[in-house]
């Protein structure tokens, strides 16, 4: 026993020694962008000075890993990036997004569950915007709004690692990231497709309704508002993978419509958005798992050329409401 | 011998036989993580299930020549059936399958430290250390009362990973069923065809009451290859065969896991590496000397400075070298098992 006692403890210094924190800088906030063929990353640090505060270091590089060195370079310790918990891309990295996003996945210290979001903000003055807006830490305020804003349906969760797990089987939605009177604001979203796809709140907080990512939502509809809990959408793929459709059914706890008059609406609101974002290659339903379940090997699934067939595809939409109208 | 005896006899048998069930783990876990799942991704859990079957086909062979002969050992029944050559022959052969058992796994748990965890250090100074605190728990039955002691503790912290890995399972994960092609599978049962070789190992052991000992081996077979299955169905396909090096392998489990998670995960799999590798230098130690009545106090010294050494060479080197020597380590137990068991119904014992 006591020598086991010895091995636990041996076994435990070592590991220890692993993670020096003293001497490290842990970024809490991310930010990647690109003009031209040069690469300029900002990583938000805490400055450890009594009464705290929060400083952005900047790397750049022909590449974004020289970008991130530079920074480590210039940061005052090593710069960590485990207790990340926003990742920002400049909307002008477009189709390199998905890259960028394939290359910190791949760096061991980066914190696979921060969130990623898409700007049109200037990075320098985002980051700089980027405060404690309650108590001391930056990462709690993050975290807060996040939640806050993923329960109000204005954004979708969008993790390093949802987005990554998602593969070539479904387009992620990441959080659009704006500056509201000098402090970030979180609302709508970018779908990945060719290009980052602009959705606005509303559109957010249809899809959060078909994917379940909220327990209850307030719709603001064309015509007014309705507020739903509940929801649970089931969604087919056709045998011949040329239709689509949805059968949502929730619980309407206050509306402005009738339970008729609300099916209608959202109906049509639904099939507008699905039809927007097939077109345009974006499939952030996740019809692609269903696809891939009729393939046998990674030669017939990219054979058949999924992104192409759901620019083709029909969607159905019904909508069953219960509950007080 | 009084009861007394009798029972401590049997609990350090069984303790022995948890070590073993553990290395045979370890290992299979091992192989299929990384050379069979970067080969096939999504189809590696059934492909591994295909490459067990070698290896208990040999074990099922081995364990009847030992029915046939009527011995408690698989030692014991090489003798009868080939002779002193055919147990010295084992003793041989298990000694160098274990050593590169060994060497297979001080190389992933050293390059786990180094490249993936970033733990501070050369290869070499953490090999030192790691052959100093196996020092420590070298002795005869150490080892095995260790992972004895430590079984609960480690299923428990791996049913507890299980259930939070499959909140993030998805079915659709699995598919591709084929992965990508036939050729892709093909290799990868290559890689993996002698993965389940430990089994045999279980035979070595004297018996202790309870269930017979390849029906042991059963559980540890198949919670490895349920472990992988596991990862397939919360990473896609796609994503398991972009890894590329021995480290991004062994990380992939805990790759997206929450940070508690991964510490949890981390050092559940450095401490059953651990107990894997001083278990495979303890047996193969204790094969070298079969035949001798009592092993050189100084030979466990010279079997943890080999393994020491080893890691002074450049790791991918070595872990390419025993990546072509691995799919062959199932061919001298399946050969020792083709001479035995003809032999021993030759000289079969009339009752």
């Excluded at chain 1, 046998?296 to 029909?314: F, V």
């Excluded at chain 2, 050559?85 to 274990?98: D, E, N, R």
């Excluded at chain 2, 919360?234 to 991004?248: F, N």
Aim: proline share 4%; hydrophobic share 50%.
């Amino acid at each position: 026993m006591k020598k086991l006692l010895i091995l636990l403890m041996l076994l435990t210094c070592t590991s220890c020694s692993a993670l020096p924190a003293e001497e490290r800088a842990f970024a809490v906030a991310l930010c990647v962008e690109r003009e031209g063929t040069l690469w300029r990353v900002h990583g938000r640090i805490p400055t450890y000075k009594t009464g705290g505060g929060y400083t952005t270091v900047t790397g750049e590089g022909d590449s974004l890993s020289a970008a991130l060195a530079d920074m480590d370079a210039s940061a005052p310790m090593h710069l960590h990036l485990s207790q990340l918990r926003l990742l920002v891309l400049e909307e002008g990295l477009g189709a390199d997004m998905s890259a960028v996003l394939h290359e910190l996945s791949d760096r061991v210290d980066v914190r696979p569950h921060c969130a990623v979001a898409v700007t049109d903000v200037p990075a320098k003055e985002l980051m700089d915007a980027l405060k404690p807006a309650t108590g001391a830490r930056l990462s709690k305020t993050i975290d807060v709004l996040l939640d806050t804003r993923i329960e109000q349906g204005a954004v979708l969760p969008a993790t390093l690692a949802d987005v990554i797990r998602m593969g070539e089987r479904q387009s992620p939605v990441l959080i659009a990231l704006t500056l509201t009177d000098g402090a970030i604001d979180l609302s709508g979203g970018y779908g990945m497709a060719d290009s980052a796809l602009p959705l606005t709140a509303r559109e957010t907080t249809l899809l959060s309704l078909l994917r379940g990512d909220a327990k209850t939502l307030r719709l603001s509809l064309s015509g007014g508002t309705a507020e739903v809990r509940d929801a649970r959408a089931k969604i087919r793929l056709s045998q011949g993978m040329q239709s689509a459709s949805i059968e949502l059914t929730m619980t309407v706890t206050a509306s402005a419509f009738t339970a008729d008059g609300l099916e209608e609406v959202l109906a049509g609101e639904l099939l507008t958005l699905l039809e927007r974002l097939s077109a345009a290659g974006c499939d952030v339903l996740g019809l692609g798992r269903k696809a891939i379940l009729r393939t046998a090997n990674m030669a017939e699934w990219h054979g058949l050329e999924w992104t192409a067939r759901l620019r083709q595809i029909s969607w159905t939409v019904s909508v069953g409401v219960s509950g007080p109208a | 011998m009084n009861r007394q005896t009798i029972s401590r006899l049997d609990g350090e048998r069984r303790a022995q036989g948890t070590l073993l069930r553990l290395l045979c783990a370890v290992s299979i876990w091992r192989t299929v993580m990384t050379r069979v799942l970067p080969l096939c991704g999504a189809s590696a859990w059934w492909t591994a299930l295909l490459c067990l079957l070698p290896g208990f086909a040999v074990a099922a062979l081995l364990r009847f020549t030992m029915y046939l002969t009527h011995s408690a050992t698989l030692a014991e029944a090489m003798r009868a059936s080939i002779g002193r050559a055919g147990a010295f022959l084992l003793s041989g052969a298990l000694a160098v399958l274990l050593a590169v058992d060994a060497v297979s796994s001080i190389t992933a748990l050293i390059t786990l430290f180094t490249q993936g965890v970033g733990t501070r250090g050369t290869p070499l100074t953490l090999a030192a250390l790691t052959g100093v605190v196996l020092l420590f728990s070298l002795h005869r039955e150490g080892l095995a009362r260790g992972a004895h002691f430590l079984r609960f503790v480690m299923a428990a912290a791996a049913i507890l990973l299980a259930v939070i890995l499959l909140g993030d399972a998805q079915p659709d994960h699995l598919f591709p069923l084929y992965g990508d092609g036939l050729d892709a599978v093909l290799a990868a049962a290559e890689a993996g065809f002698s993965l389940a070789w430990p089994v045999v190992l279980l035979l070595t052991a004297e018996p202790a009451q309870g269930k017979g000992r390849l029906r042991g081996a059963i559980l540890p077979a198949f919670v490895s290859v349920g472990a992988v299955l596991l990862l397939t169905l919360t990473i896609p396909h796609e994503l398991l065969i972009r890894q590329d090096g021995l480290a991004a392998l062994l990380l992939l489990p805990t790759r997206y896991a929450p940070n508690a998670l991964r510490v949890l995960t981390l050092s559940l799999l450095m401490l059953t590496f651990f107990l894997a590798i001083g278990a495979s230098a303890q047996l193969a130690t204790d094969q070298l000397f079969v035949a001798a009545k009592r092993v050189p106090v100084w030979l466990p010294y010279v079997v943890l400075a080999a393994l020491f050494l080893s890691q002074a060479t450049d790791a991918s080197a070595l872990w390419t070298l025993l990546g072509c020597i691995e799919p062959w380590l199932i061919a001298p137990l399946a050969l020792l098992a083709l001479i035995s068991w003809p032999l021993a119904l030759k000289w079969r014992k009339c009752p």
